[in-house]
T-cell receptor, first 111, second 114 residues
Framework: EDQVTQSPEALRLQEGESSSLNCSYT??????LFWYRQDPGKGPEFLFT???AGEEKEKERLKATLTKKESFLHITAPKPEDSATYLC????????????FGTGTRLTVIP | DAGVIQSPRHEVTEMGQEVTLRCKPI?????LFWYRQTMMRGLELLIY????????DSGMPEDRFSAKMPNASFSNLKIQPSEPRDSAVYFC????????????FGPGTRLLVL
Protein backbone atom coordinates (compact mmCIF):
# COMPACT_ATOMS: atom_id res chain seq x y z
CA GLU A 1 0.00 0.00 0.00
CA ASP A 2 1.35 3.42 -0.97
CA GLN A 3 1.74 5.72 2.00
CA VAL A 4 3.68 8.59 3.54
CA THR A 5 4.58 9.05 7.21
CA GLN A 6 6.11 12.22 8.60
CA SER A 7 7.91 12.62 11.90
CA PRO A 8 7.92 14.21 14.32
CA GLU A 9 4.37 15.58 14.36
CA ALA A 10 5.61 18.75 16.04
CA LEU A 11 9.05 20.21 16.66
CA ARG A 12 10.12 23.20 18.74
CA LEU A 13 13.55 24.65 18.09
CA GLN A 14 15.49 27.57 19.47
CA GLU A 15 16.55 30.09 16.86
CA GLY A 16 19.80 28.82 15.36
CA GLU A 17 19.27 25.22 16.47
CA SER A 18 19.58 23.03 13.37
CA SER A 19 17.46 19.90 12.96
CA SER A 20 15.86 17.55 10.43
CA LEU A 21 12.33 16.52 9.54
CA ASN A 22 11.67 13.01 8.28
CA CYS A 23 9.38 11.69 5.55
CA SER A 24 9.19 7.91 5.19
CA TYR A 25 7.38 6.52 2.19
CA THR A 26 6.35 3.36 0.40
CA UNK A 27 5.29 3.64 -3.21
CA UNK A 28 5.15 1.30 -6.16
CA UNK A 29 7.48 3.27 -8.41
CA UNK A 30 8.37 6.84 -7.51
CA UNK A 31 7.74 9.63 -9.96
CA UNK A 32 8.69 12.32 -7.46
CA LEU A 33 8.76 13.37 -3.82
CA PHE A 34 7.61 16.89 -2.95
CA TRP A 35 8.13 19.17 0.04
CA TYR A 36 5.76 22.02 0.84
CA ARG A 37 5.54 24.74 3.43
CA GLN A 38 2.11 25.61 4.82
CA ASP A 39 1.43 28.67 6.96
CA PRO A 40 -1.67 28.84 9.17
CA GLY A 41 -4.80 29.70 7.19
CA LYS A 42 -3.04 29.32 3.85
CA GLY A 43 -2.58 26.71 1.17
CA PRO A 44 0.64 24.73 0.76
CA GLU A 45 3.54 26.44 -0.98
CA PHE A 46 5.81 24.26 -3.08
CA LEU A 47 9.45 24.01 -1.96
CA PHE A 48 11.26 21.12 -3.66
CA THR A 49 10.90 18.10 -5.93
CA UNK A 50 13.26 15.12 -5.62
CA UNK A 51 13.20 12.39 -8.27
CA UNK A 52 15.82 9.81 -7.39
CA ALA A 53 17.80 8.48 -4.46
CA GLY A 54 20.88 10.55 -3.72
CA GLU A 55 19.40 13.76 -5.05
CA GLU A 56 19.63 16.94 -2.94
CA LYS A 57 18.01 20.37 -3.31
CA GLU A 58 18.71 23.54 -1.34
CA LYS A 59 16.93 26.81 -0.77
CA GLU A 60 18.21 29.29 1.79
CA ARG A 61 18.29 27.47 5.16
CA LEU A 62 16.51 24.37 3.83
CA LYS A 63 18.04 21.29 2.22
CA ALA A 64 16.06 18.26 1.09
CA THR A 65 17.60 14.83 0.56
CA LEU A 66 16.20 11.55 -0.73
CA THR A 67 16.90 7.85 -0.24
CA LYS A 68 14.91 4.87 -1.50
CA LYS A 69 12.78 4.83 1.64
CA GLU A 70 12.78 8.33 3.09
CA SER A 71 13.48 11.98 2.65
CA PHE A 72 14.87 14.51 5.10
CA LEU A 73 14.31 18.23 5.24
CA HIS A 74 17.30 19.72 7.00
CA ILE A 75 16.88 23.15 8.53
CA THR A 76 20.15 24.95 9.26
CA ALA A 77 20.20 27.77 11.82
CA PRO A 78 16.44 28.31 11.66
CA LYS A 79 14.80 31.67 12.22
CA PRO A 80 11.33 32.39 13.68
CA GLU A 81 10.01 33.03 10.16
CA ASP A 82 10.71 29.38 9.33
CA SER A 83 7.87 28.42 11.69
CA ALA A 84 5.24 26.60 9.63
CA THR A 85 3.92 23.13 8.86
CA TYR A 86 6.07 21.23 6.40
CA LEU A 87 4.30 18.68 4.20
CA CYS A 88 5.77 15.81 2.24
CA UNK A 89 4.07 14.07 -0.68
CA UNK A 90 4.97 11.28 -3.09
CA UNK A 91 3.61 10.67 -6.53
CA UNK A 92 3.64 7.18 -8.02
CA UNK A 93 4.60 6.59 -11.62
CA UNK A 94 1.31 5.03 -12.59
CA UNK A 95 -2.26 4.61 -11.52
CA UNK A 96 -5.16 6.90 -10.86
CA UNK A 97 -5.13 8.94 -7.68
CA UNK A 98 -1.38 8.37 -7.39
CA UNK A 99 -0.55 11.28 -5.08
CA UNK A 100 -0.08 10.69 -1.33
CA PHE A 101 0.53 13.34 1.31
CA GLY A 102 1.81 13.02 4.85
CA THR A 103 0.09 14.80 7.71
CA GLY A 104 2.97 17.20 8.18
CA THR A 105 5.44 18.37 10.81
CA ARG A 106 4.52 21.53 12.66
CA LEU A 107 7.74 23.49 13.27
CA THR A 108 7.99 26.29 15.80
CA VAL A 109 11.20 28.32 16.02
CA ILE A 110 11.52 30.28 19.25
CA PRO A 111 13.49 33.56 19.22
CA ASP B 1 -2.27 38.44 -10.27
CA ALA B 2 -4.54 37.87 -7.30
CA GLY B 3 -3.71 34.18 -7.12
CA VAL B 4 -6.26 31.42 -6.72
CA ILE B 5 -9.44 32.77 -5.14
CA GLN B 6 -11.74 30.61 -3.04
CA SER B 7 -15.08 31.41 -1.47
CA PRO B 8 -16.38 31.28 1.10
CA ARG B 9 -13.37 31.18 3.41
CA HIS B 10 -15.45 29.67 6.20
CA GLU B 11 -18.70 27.73 6.04
CA VAL B 12 -20.76 26.32 8.88
CA THR B 13 -23.76 24.22 7.97
CA GLU B 14 -26.00 21.57 9.38
CA MET B 15 -25.96 17.93 8.43
CA GLY B 16 -28.10 17.26 5.38
CA GLN B 17 -27.67 20.68 3.84
CA GLU B 18 -26.11 21.29 0.43
CA VAL B 19 -22.73 22.97 0.45
CA THR B 20 -21.14 24.74 -2.53
CA LEU B 21 -17.49 25.74 -2.55
CA ARG B 22 -16.17 28.02 -5.26
CA CYS B 23 -12.83 28.54 -6.94
CA LYS B 24 -11.42 31.03 -9.42
CA PRO B 25 -8.10 29.79 -10.84
CA ILE B 26 -5.19 31.95 -11.93
CA UNK B 27 -5.86 33.35 -15.38
CA UNK B 28 -4.24 31.26 -18.10
CA UNK B 29 -3.88 28.13 -16.00
CA UNK B 30 -5.30 25.11 -17.82
CA UNK B 31 -5.38 22.74 -14.84
CA LEU B 32 -7.51 22.97 -11.73
CA PHE B 33 -7.33 20.70 -8.71
CA TRP B 34 -9.58 20.20 -5.67
CA TYR B 35 -8.07 18.87 -2.43
CA ARG B 36 -9.36 18.11 1.05
CA GLN B 37 -7.22 18.42 4.20
CA THR B 38 -7.95 16.88 7.60
CA MET B 39 -5.80 16.31 10.65
CA MET B 40 -6.18 12.54 10.41
CA ARG B 41 -5.74 11.97 6.68
CA GLY B 42 -3.69 14.98 5.62
CA LEU B 43 -4.13 16.41 2.15
CA GLU B 44 -6.03 14.32 -0.43
CA LEU B 45 -6.56 15.03 -4.12
CA LEU B 46 -10.25 14.79 -4.93
CA ILE B 47 -10.47 15.65 -8.62
CA TYR B 48 -8.67 17.60 -11.30
CA UNK B 49 -9.66 19.27 -14.56
CA UNK B 50 -7.79 20.09 -17.75
CA UNK B 51 -9.30 22.70 -20.06
CA UNK B 52 -12.53 22.50 -18.05
CA UNK B 53 -12.84 18.71 -18.52
CA UNK B 54 -12.64 16.37 -15.49
CA UNK B 55 -9.62 14.10 -15.95
CA UNK B 56 -9.40 12.07 -12.76
CA ASP B 57 -12.14 11.99 -10.13
CA SER B 58 -11.00 8.79 -8.44
CA GLY B 59 -10.35 10.68 -5.22
CA MET B 60 -13.93 11.89 -4.83
CA PRO B 61 -15.08 10.08 -1.67
CA GLU B 62 -18.62 9.23 -2.71
CA ASP B 63 -21.59 10.23 -4.82
CA ARG B 64 -22.49 13.02 -2.45
CA PHE B 65 -19.55 14.94 -3.87
CA SER B 66 -19.60 16.51 -7.32
CA ALA B 67 -17.44 19.09 -9.07
CA LYS B 68 -17.88 21.10 -12.22
CA MET B 69 -15.91 23.58 -14.23
CA PRO B 70 -18.33 25.42 -16.52
CA ASN B 71 -15.64 27.75 -17.86
CA ALA B 72 -11.94 28.49 -17.56
CA SER B 73 -12.38 30.98 -14.73
CA PHE B 74 -14.66 29.11 -12.36
CA SER B 75 -15.14 25.76 -10.66
CA ASN B 76 -17.36 24.57 -7.85
CA LEU B 77 -17.38 21.60 -5.54
CA LYS B 78 -20.75 20.53 -4.16
CA ILE B 79 -21.58 18.25 -1.26
CA GLN B 80 -25.19 17.11 -1.10
CA PRO B 81 -26.22 16.06 1.48
CA SER B 82 -23.40 17.13 3.80
CA GLU B 83 -22.33 15.02 6.78
CA PRO B 84 -20.21 15.85 9.86
CA ARG B 85 -17.34 13.72 8.51
CA ASP B 86 -17.08 16.11 5.55
CA SER B 87 -15.72 18.76 7.92
CA ALA B 88 -12.29 19.71 6.58
CA VAL B 89 -10.39 22.44 4.77
CA TYR B 90 -10.97 22.28 1.03
CA PHE B 91 -8.26 23.70 -1.23
CA CYS B 92 -8.35 24.58 -4.87
CA UNK B 93 -5.12 24.79 -6.87
CA UNK B 94 -4.37 25.76 -10.44
CA UNK B 95 -1.44 25.15 -12.73
CA UNK B 96 -0.08 25.57 -16.23
CA UNK B 97 0.62 21.83 -16.35
CA UNK B 98 -0.28 18.65 -14.52
CA UNK B 99 3.07 18.61 -12.77
CA UNK B 100 2.62 18.66 -9.01
CA UNK B 101 5.43 21.16 -8.55
CA UNK B 102 3.78 23.85 -10.66
CA UNK B 103 0.55 24.13 -8.69
CA UNK B 104 -0.51 27.27 -6.85
CA PHE B 105 -2.90 26.71 -3.98
CA GLY B 106 -5.73 28.95 -2.88
CA PRO B 107 -6.27 29.92 0.78
CA GLY B 108 -8.84 27.17 1.32
CA THR B 109 -12.41 26.96 2.59
CA ARG B 110 -12.82 25.73 6.16
CA LEU B 111 -16.03 23.68 6.28
CA LEU B 112 -17.76 22.64 9.50
CA VAL B 113 -20.80 20.40 9.26
CA LEU B 114 -22.73 20.19 12.51
Amino acid sequence: EDQVTQSPEALRLQEGESSSLNCSYTVSGLRGLFWYRQDPGKGPEFLFTLYSAGEEKEKERLKATLTKKESFLHITAPKPEDSATYLCAVQALTGANNLFFGTGTRLTVIP
Amino acid sequence: DAGVIQSPRHEVTEMGQEVTLRCKPISGHDYLFWYRQTMMRGLELLIYFNNNVPIDDSGMPEDRFSAKMPNASFSNLKIQPSEPRDSAVYFCASSLSNLQETQYFGPGTRLLVL
